[in-house]
């Protein structure tokens, strides 16, 4: 199974046969060319599209229910609304981390229920993805004390998880310390059993960042696998977190950051040929054909042939036998006529 999804900072050809050849179960996206989304649409009609849409100052403090309508104002302008083509928005990015004072969370709140409000009065079907705080920001239970009107009307969750050098090395730390792990990547799992004591399943996950950055260590630049990792190294991290995202099925999936990257992320790219491991994910497993042979000592195995020359030799012990057991029905059938 693939959770493996793609964060889309600019659109290409080769970015659109990579979601060719994936089929990713979730697409984020900054860049909102309407061809290229109608294209998307084409080739893989069930694809969660999310947009995105780029504010340098994310401003809500000074009147949050305002500011939050104002925004959704400025993504409905995007035409790729109007023909339906993606299902949902992120409102800001990143803008709340852990040390902010609490008041600015319940003003974050607030503003987070006016944007999707705005959006579903244009789009009824239109959904928002909240939160979407950068790695490792606020505490198991904060979404739940600090942002009840967001989980009251919001059905899909954000969630950004990065680490380095690979996507478990804070979360098996944690293992051995004894706290659990789920520290940076698979953090969402602290936040989404608190969300789900209160709310059940009412909530979708969604990884709309992820992936390998240097920056989660203090004082390191904002850069990506390509600066030190190689490829297997790479998919290594995004092998084992596509099988941890597999094992919670309140995940839709995750966006690796980034499939399409801007100049300024370059180090972070994934085009190449691990959109082929990614989309090898897919893939259905190969069929075991196992056989019972009894042989002519009457000993009955069972194995799976492990090459076309074992399965013939296979069928012709079975031909033998079925022919031995015709022989002998015949012999009765003629007994008992006689």
Not at 27 to 32: A, N, R, S, V
Not at 77 to 103: C, D, M, Q
Not at 122 to 139: H, I, Q
Not at 201 to 219: F, R
Request: hydrophobic share 35%; charged share 30%.
């Amino acid at each position: 199974m693939n959770k493996l999804g793609f964060h889309v900072n600019v659109v290409k050809p080769e970015v659109l046969a990579a979601i060719e050849k994936v089929k990713p179960p979730v697409i984020k996206t900054l860049h909102h060319d309407v061809d290229f989304w109608k294209k998307v649409r084409e080739i893989h009609p069930s694809a969660f599209i999310i947009g995105r849409l780029y504010d340098k100052h994310q401003e809500f403090e000074s009147d949050p229910e305002r500011r939050g309508r104002e925004f959704a104002d400025r993504i409905l302008a995007e035409r790729v609304n109007e023909l339906g083509l993606y299902n949902a928005w992120e409102s800001f990015n990143e803008r709340i981390i852990t040390s902010h004072p609490k008041e600015l969370y319940e003003k974050y709140d607030r503003f987070q229920v006016a944007f999707a409000q705005r959006l579903k009065e244009r789009y009824p079907e239109l959904e928002a993805v909240a939160m979407n705080f950068a790695t490792g920001n606020l505490a198991d239970r904060d979404f739940v004390e600090y942002f009840p009107r967001t989980l009251e009307t919001h059905k899909y969750l954000g969630f950004h998880e990065y680490d380095w050098p690979t996507m478990w090395r804070l979360h098996e730390q944690g293992l051995k310390d004894g706290n659990e792990g789920m520290w940076l990547c698979l953090k969402y799992r602290r936040f989404m059993r608190e969300v789900r004591k209160e709310y059940g399943d009412k909530h979708i996950a969604i990884i709309t960042e992820c992936g390998l950055t240097q920056a989660v260590h203090p004082g390191r630049g904002d850069v990506g696998w390509r600066t030190e990792l190689t490829e297997e190294q790479y998919w290594q991290s995004l092998k084992w977190y596509n099988d941890r995202l597999c094992e919670d099925d309140y995940v839709m999936g995750c966006c690796i950051f980034a499939v399409g990257a801007t100049g300024d992320w370059a180090t972070f790219e994934t085009l190449g040929p691990i959109i082929d491991r990614i989309a090898a994910l897919t893939e259905p497993a190969p069929v075991e054909v196992t056989a019972t042979v009894e042989s002519e000592a009457g000993v009955t195995t069972t194995g799976t042939p492990t090459d076309a020359k074992a399965l013939a030799q296979e069928v012709r012990v079975l031909d033998e036998q079925v022919g031995r057991l015709e022989g002998l029905l015949d012999a009765v059938i003629k007994k008992l006529t006689e």
